[in-house]
C-alpha cells in the first residue's frame, strides 16, 4: 500500500490490519508499505543533495488538506496522472505545474484519436517551447545554432552532438554517496544507442570519404569525452555536418 508513509506510527495500522476496525470490518492487514521520498532522502540513496533538499523543505500537508493537490497543489506537493493512469505524488515546481497542464490540454484526450492529433499539432510550437523553458525532457530536435526544429531538419553531426548533449552527464556526481562518476553516460543504454547511431551514419557516409579510416570501432571509445569522438567523426566525414536527415 502507498504513498505517503513516513514513519512506524502512520505504517503499523496498515501492517496489523487495525486501520478497518473504525468502519465495522474486521482486521485487514496489507502485505507492505511503500515508502518512496522517505528512502529517498536517506544518507545510503543516490538522490542529489539538491533533490534531498527540496524534499527535506517540502511542507507537506495534513490529512484533511490532501485531496487539494489533486486541484493546484497545496504544502509544495501536486498530484499528477501517471504513465500508467494512477495518481502520483510530485513536489510542485515548474516542471510539474507543466505536466499537470497537459494533463488537463493533452493526456485527457483520448490516445490517438484525431481531436488529440488536432489538439497537439495545432499547440505544438507552445508544446516545445514549454517543454524547452519547464521540463526535464526536452524537445530533441535543435539546429547548432540553437535552432529548434524537428529531426528530419537536422544533420547526422548535429543529432550526434545533440544526443550527447543530452544523455551524457558532466560534472554530476553525487557527492558522499559516491554512485555516480561526475562524468557519466546517465544509462549505459544511451552510450550503446549513440554507438548504434554513428555505426549507420557511416556506413551511409562511408563512401564520401573511402580512404579514410573507420572512426566507429567500437563502443569502449564513447566511454569518456563522447563529443570529441563525435567531433573526429565530423572531421572525418564533412558531409555529416551538411546533409540533413530529412534527405536520407
Not at 503499523?12 to 532522502?41: I, N
Not at 507543466?98 to 485527457?108: N, P, T
Not at 489538439?119 to 547548432?144: C, H, P, T, W
Request: aromatic share 10%; hydrophobic share 40%.
Amino acid at each position: 500500500l502507498g504513498s505517503g508513509f513516513g514513519d512506524a506510527e502512520g505504517s503499523w495500522p496498515y501492517l496489523s490490519g487495525t486501520w478497518s476496525l473504525e468502519f465495522g470490518r474486521p482486521k485487514m492487514p496489507v502485505d507492505a508499505v511503500l515508502m518512496g521520498s522517505r528512502c529517498m532522502v536517506a544518507a545510503e540513496a543516490a538522490t542529489s543533495k539538491g533533490v534531498k533538499e527540496m524534499i527535506v523543505r517540502c511542507a507537506g500537508v495534513e490529512d484533511k488538506d490532501w485531496e487539494k493537490t489533486y486541484q493546484q497543489g497545496a504544502g509544495g506537493i501536486i498530484s499528477l496522472k501517471s504513465e500508467l493512469g494512477e495518481p502520483i505524488h510530485k513536489l510542485l515546481n515548474k516542471g510539474m505545474a507543466c505536466w499537470r497542464e497537459f494533463d488537463e490540454k493533452y493526456f485527457s484526450l483520448k490516445f490517438g484519436s484525431p481531436e488529440a492529433e488536432a489538439k497537439i499539432m495545432k499547440d505544438k510550437d507552445y508544446i516545445i517551447k514549454r517543454l524547452n523553458e519547464s521540463f526535464q525532457k526536452v524537445y530533441f530536435g535543435e539546429k547548432a545554432d540553437g535552432r529548434v526544429v524537428d529531426l528530419e531538419e537536422m544533420t547526422y553531426a548535429e543529432v550526434l552532438s545533440r544526443a550527447v548533449r543530452l544523455m551524457y552527464v558532466v560534472d554530476g556526481g553525487d557527492g558522499a554517496a559516491g554512485r555516480f562518476a561526475p562524468n557519466r553516460w546517465i544509462d549505459v543504454t544511451y552510450k550503446t544507442r549513440v554507438f548504434t547511431w554513428m555505426q549507420r551514419f557511416e556506413r551511409r557516409l562511408r563512401n564520401t570519404n573511402p580512404s579514410a579510416e573507420a572512426v566507429v570501432t567500437q563502443v569502449s571509445i564513447l566511454d569518456e569525452k563522447p563529443w570529441e569522438v563525435v567531433e573526429k567523426f565530423a572531421e572525418t566525414y564533412p558531409d555529416a555536418k551538411t546533409i540533413l536527415m530529412g534527405n536520407e
